[in-house]
């Protein structure tokens, strides 16, 4: 049984461009939640999907936006690069309906030069 | 203004000794509380949570201690063994104000010695 699979496992940026990180929830799953950890924190949390809808956001800028497909996959997009995105920035998918009872991809390791 | 932390970056015990990690947090809506842990290379895996309406909860060697009055939770691997070794993260939720977002703390460094 297949779990989070994330993709890319890492890329380089430069600033100012634009970025899109694909997410494939486990089996079953069907919420799926993104987020940042930089070197040295904790994850930080990006946004939640549900049912094809942003259900939660945490304080992030407007230039981290996010989508859901209908089958329950997900994309995290962030506009006009900055140094600062440089971190790992991992997916969780979770039970039918259920916020937090997350099981983690692997991450995808974005370097902003 | 950190909502959850864990004040010990690292800690290093011998195997078969007991390990405790120690998580502090500050927001009084949070009802719900997990540790994670995480390898390198590899994502965070749940290893055990517990209720605001306990105050301990017990899974195998791993035992989460919650002291709501002092908003204070611990973890405790007994005995410890060198698998064990990597981050644990402390996390927490407020499941009953309607959020969905956990709050995760720093994280400390378990380095288990054989």
């Known amino acids: 049984d297949a779990g989070v699979t994330q993709s890319p496992t890492h890329l380089i940026k430069t600033r100012g461009q634009q970025v899109t990180l694909r997410c494939s929830p486990k089996?079953?799953?069907?919420?799926v939640s993104w987020y940042q950890q930089a070197l040295g924190q904790g994850p930080q949390f990006i946004f939640q999907?549900?049912?094809?809808?942003?259900?939660q956001r945490g304080n992030f800028p407007d230039r981290f936006s996010g989508h859901q497909f209908p089958n329950y996959s997900s994309e995290l997009n962030v506009n006009a690069l900055l140094l600062g995105d440089s971190a790992l920035y991992l997916c969780?998918?979770?039970?039918?309906?259920?916020?937090?009872?997350?099981?983690f991809g692997s991450g995808t390791r974005l370097t902003v030069v | 203004d950190q909502q959850v932390k864990q004040n010990s970056p690292s800690l290093s015990v011998q195997e078969g000794r007991i390990s405790i990690l120690n998580c502090d947090y500050t927001?009084?809506?949070?009802?719900?509380f997990l540790w994670y842990k995480k390898y390198p290379a590899e994502g965070p895996t749940f290893l055990i949570s517990?209720?605001?309406?306990?105050d301990k909860n017990e899974d195998g060697r791993f035992t989460v201690f919650l002291n709501k009055s002092a908003k204070h939770l611990s973890l405790h691997i007994v005995p410890s063994q060198p698998g064990d070794s990597a981050v644990y993260f402390c996390?927490?939720?407020?499941?009953?104000?309607?959020?969905?977002?956990?709050?995760f703390g720093k994280g400390t460094k378990l380095s288990v010695i054989p």
């Open positions: 969780a998918s979770s039970l039918p309906g259920q916020g937090y009872g997350y099981t």
């Open positions: 517990i209720s605001s309406i306990k």
């Open positions: 089996s079953g799953h069907d919420t």
């Open positions: 927001n009084s809506m949070f009802d719900y």
């Open positions: 999907y549900y049912e094809e809808e942003e259900r």
């Open positions: 996390a927490a939720s407020a499941s009953g104000a309607g959020s969905y977002q956990l709050t």
